[in-house]
């Protein structure tokens, strides 16, 4: 079974920046689609980015302009640098991966564990 491990999480005070990453492990062929949710407390878990295989971005209109996602195809890799950070921003960001090909097996979707993010006033 695919994993995806996330890291670069913390605390950060308003304008500043973090760096998240996520890798996912196992003997993948393909990944079509990989991005990044977040939940904060209290709310409903949604979108703020997401790239294709094929490089295309999507993102949550609250940070266009201010995060930026890339992916690394051959690492199965996919980081979001968060720039000039909101106390709105503060979350646990989860990162997923959609349709999921290995040798074997096939996996419609996939979520990492979270990494908290925290941006005080």
């Known amino acids: 079974q695919v994993q995806l491990v996330e890291s670069g999480g913390g605390l950060v005070q308003a304008g500043g920046s973090l760096r998240l990453s996520c890798a996912a492990s196992g003997s993948i062929f393909s990944i079509n689609t990989m991005g990044w949710y977040r939940q904060a407390p209290g709310k409903q878990r949604e979108l703020v980015a997401i790239?294709?295989?094929?490089?295309?971005?999507n993102y949550a209109d609250s940070v266009k302009g201010r995060f930026t996602i890339s992916r690394d195809n051959a690492k199965n890799t996919v980081s979001m640098q968060m720039n000039s950070l909101k106390p709105e921003d503060t979350a646990v960001y989860y990162c997923r991966a959609d349709e999921i090909r290995t040798r074997l097996t096939y996996e419609p979707q996939s979520w990492g564990q979270g990494t908290q993010v925290t941006v005080s006033s």
């Open positions: 790239v294709t295989s094929g490089g295309t971005t």
